[in-house]
């Protein structure tokens, strides 16, 4: 992946980043039955409120890269949350986002790599 590729993912991954954190924030029950993960409004808002907190240095940091490792670790809670979800709830929506979470932290990961390299 190239400098102009990494930088572009990486205002993608802002901008949904903005988009699902905005909704969760917001309406977590509502997003709750549409993910169909169950009813957890608070760990919903956490999420979002964690989601929003990385928007700017994700849209607009200089060292992107370092806006990026941590929502690939926030995207590796999520998943764990999701497990969890899976086990004690047998939440359907919930092994779709675990898996959902776990790609988009290879996807991050790549884009990290490629930021990282052209600093």
């Given amino acids: 992946m190239d400098l102009d590729s990494a930088q572009r993912s990486a205002t993608g991954v802002g901008i949904i980043t903005l988009l699902v954190g905005i909704v969760l924030v917001v309406a977590p029950s509502r997003a709750g ?6 009813d957890h409004p608070r760990a919903l808002r956490a999420i979002g409120a964690s989601d929003l907190a990385l928007v700017p240095g994700l849209l607009a940091g200089r ?17 764990a949350n999701c497990l969890w979800l899976v086990r004690r709830e047998r939440a359907v929506g919930a092994k779709i986002g675990a898996a959902a979470m776990l790609a988009a932290t290879a996807a991050d990961s790549r884009t990290i790599v490629a930021l990282r390299r052209a600093r």
């Fill in 33 to 38: 039955r549409l993910l169909r993960t169950g």
């Fill in 63 to 79: 060292s992107r890269w370092r806006w990026m490792t941590p929502r690939a670790g926030l995207n590796v809670v999520i998943a």
